[in-house]
């Protein structure tokens, strides 16, 4: 008995149209979840942007809003 063998990554050259249905079929299939995942990408940058700016004034008015104490000294408790 002979024993059958399975050939995969069989090298047979492609005919034009094949390698032209094959690139367009990758660009219609790959292309818009590129698209999708530069424009989801570029979305929470600018989220986490604005996010870190609001977080920043408010740090800033907060530490300005507390004033100081008597003696010029700012967020220090003294026990006396």
């Not at 995969?8 to 492609?14: A, Q, S, W, Y």
């Amino acid at each position: 008995m002979e024993m059958q063998q399975f050939q995969f990554n069989v090298k047979r050259p492609m005919s034009a149209p094949v390698k032209f249905a094959a690139i367009v079929f990758g660009i219609v299939l790959f292309l818009p979840i590129f698209a999708l995942a530069i424009v989801a990408g570029v979305i929470a940058a600018l989220v986490f942007g604005v996010l870190f700016v609001i977080g920043i004034v408010r740090s800033k008015i907060r530490s300005i809003a507390s004033g100081k104490d008597q003696d010029g000294r700012k967020n220090v408790r003294v026990k006396r």
